[in-house]
C-alpha cells in the first residue's frame, strides 16, 4: 500500500512570515512529486512539481525534494491571507497519483 | 488552451438510486483520465483511470463502475447508490510524460 503522509494541521503562521509544508512517502519508486493547492468547496489546483532532488523555486514557492529521505516539502515565503487553503502532496511513481490527506494551513493578518 | 469539463456540480441523490457523471476533456488528444473521490475528513482516493477509449483500471473495487465512450470523454456510474458513496468527485486528466494532473471542477454528490 502506498502512502503519503502529510500533517493535518491546521498550521497557522502570521502574513508574511515563512510556512513550511512537510510531506512523507513510502513507495521508494516514486518518480514525480507535486504540491496541490485546494480551497475550501473547490478542487485542487497544481502549484509546483518537483522531480529530481533539491531545490525548486517558483515564485513565492519553493519545493524540496530528498529521494534518500523520502521527504518532500513545500515552502511559502512571504505568506497571504488568501494562502490560506488546504495543501496536498502526490506523488507519482508506476501507478497514478497518490495524495496525501492534506495540510490545512491559516495565514494570519 | 485545455479545459475539463464535469457536471453536474451538486447532486443529492436518494439511497438505491442510479448515478451518471460526466466529464469531458477539450484540447487535448489522448489524455490519460482519472476519477477520485473526496469524503469528508478523507483524502484523495483514485477509484478508475483510463490511457484510452474502452480501457479501465480499477483502483477500488465497489458499487461504482466507469466507461470511456469516446477519447475524450470519461463517465462514473452506479445502479445503486450507497450513503458511503458521498463525497466530492473530481475528475482529472494529464499528457503521458507530462507532469501533474488537472482537476475538474467536481460534483458534490450527497446520498440521502
Known amino acids: 500500500q502506498k502512502e503519503v503522509e502529510q500533517n493535518s494541521g491546521p498550521l497557522s503562521v502570521p502574513e508574511g512570515a515563512i510556512a513550511s509544508l512537510n510531506c512523507t512517502y513510502s513507495?521508494?519508486?516514486?518518480?514525480?512529486f507535486f504540491w496541490y493547492r485546494q480551497y475550501s468547496g473547490k478542487s485542487p489546483e497544481l502549484i509546483m512539481s518537483?522531480?529530481?532532488?533539491g531545490d525548486k523555486e517558483d515564485g513565492r514557492f519553493t519545493a524540496q525534494l530528498n529521494k534518500a529521505s523520502q521527504y518532500v516539502s513545500l515552502l511559502i515565503r512571504d505568506s497571504q491571507p488568501s494562502d490560506s487553503a488546504t495543501y496536498l502532496c502526490?506523488?507519482?511513481?508506476?501507478?497514478?497519483?497518490?495524495f496525501g490527506k492534506g495540510t490545512r494551513l491559516s495565514v494570519i493578518a | 488552451s485545455q479545459t475539463i469539463h464535469q457536471w453536474p456540480a451538486t447532486l443529492v441523490q436518494p439511497v438505491g438510486s442510479p448515478l451518471s457523471l460526466e466529464c469531458t476533456v477539450e484540447?487535448?488528444?489522448?489524455?490519460?483520465l482519472y476519477w477520485y473521490r473526496q469524503a469528508a475528513g478523507r483524502g484523495l482516493q483514485l477509484l478508475f483511470y483510463?490511457?484510452?477509449?474502452?480501457?479501465i483500471s480499477s483502483e477500488v473495487p465497489q458499487n461504482l463502475s466507469a466507461s470511456r465512450p469516446q477519447d475524450r470523454q470519461f463517465i462514473l456510474s452506479s445502479k445503486k447508490l450507497l450513503l458511503s458513496d458521498s463525497g466530492f468527485y473530481l475528475c482529472?486528466?494529464?499528457?503521458?510524460?507530462?507532469?501533474?494532473?488537472?482537476f475538474g471542477s467536481g460534483t458534490r454528490l450527497t446520498v440521502v
Open positions: 482529472a486528466w494529464s499528457v503521458r510524460g507530462a507532469g501533474g494532473y488537472t
Open positions: 513507495d521508494r519508486v516514486s518518480q514525480s
Open positions: 518537483i522531480y529530481s532532488n
Open positions: 502526490a506523488v507519482e511513481g508506476n501507478t497514478p497519483l497518490v
Open positions: 484540447g487535448t488528444s489522448n489524455p490519460n
Open positions: 483510463s490511457v484510452g477509449i474502452g480501457q
